[in-house]
């Protein structure tokens, strides 16, 4: 069974290479097309969606909490899991609306699952809406769900070498964060290569170093999501 999709070796062996590339093709084309209408409706909002993904583990609903609960602005989230409402009634608790989305065996979200979750949720205009996906390195870059920007979230207990084995979860973002800093002098974590390998896959990103617990980093993470380019 691949851990990432669900499929099984047997589905692997038996299906045409020429078939799977077109199907994947047709998947992604669909998505890709509910995706810029949940774009469009977004921006016609006011609202400002942030794609947040990281593997399991490494802080997000955490920095969302302290987020929101620091913010002066209106913020609501999607949850996004295989399973459970814990990370909803984590949010819920800070006051900001939210809306968990289970995928089942699913390993990401897609554009429909955030179409959905958008008529429910119905976020304020001017507000920044959190989408916060399934904890996964591999498929949630291949998905454009309608975002504006994308944040990938790193904690530093992980180690350094995860930008050169997803590739492409870090290509697609627009904001590294490393996570748990404060945890740094407990683990064997080399910060510059880290970095430099993140250099090496996205020269354009935009690297900070937090500590969702602490503090540490914290007001440039709150500058970023500020910035007047948001759009």
Same mark, same amino acid.
């Given at each position: 069974m691949c851990d990432t999709c669900g499929c099984s070796d047997? +589905?692997?062996?038996?299906t045409d290479h020429a078939q799977t590339v077109v199907m994947e093709q047709d998947i992604l084309a669909k998505n890709d097309e509910l995706a810029s209408h949940n774009r469009a409706h977004l921006r016609e909002g006011g609202v400002?969606?942030?794609?947040?993904?990281?593997?399991?583990?490494a802080g997000k609903t955490t920095l969302l909490e302290r987020t929101i609960r620091d913010s002066g602005g209106p913020c609501a989230v999607i949850e996004g899991d295989q399973e459970t409402l814990? +990370?909803?009634e984590r949010i819920k608790a800070t006051g900001a609306p939210v809306v968990q989305i289970n995928t089942g065996a699913g390993c990401h979200l897609d554009a429909a699952?955030?179409?959905r979750a958008l008529h429910s949720l119905s976020p304020a205009h001017g507000s920044t809406l959190f989408i916060e996906n399934v904890g996964n390195l591999v498929c949630p870059a291949l998905f454009d769900l309608g975002e504006a920007a994308r944040v990938v979230v790193l904690?530093?207990?992980e180690g350094p070498g995860k930008p050169l084995k997803y590739p492409h979860m870090f290509a697609a973002t627009d904001l590294v964060l490393l996570n748990k800093v404060d945890l740094l002098p407990y683990v064997d974590? +080399?910060?510059?290569?880290?970095?430099? +390998?993140?250099?090496?896959?996205?020269p354009s990103a935009t690297l900070l170093q937090v500590s969702a617990t602490r503090g540490d980093g914290l007001t440039?993470?709150?500058d970023w999501l500020r910035r007047p380019d948001r759009s």
């Open positions: 047997a +589905d692997v062996r038996i400002f969606a942030i794609n947040l993904m990281s593997s399991p583990g814990l +990370d909803a699952m955030l179409h904690s530093v207990t974590f +080399d910060v510059a290569e880290f970095e430099r +390998d993140v250099r090496r896959v996205n440039e993470w709150y």
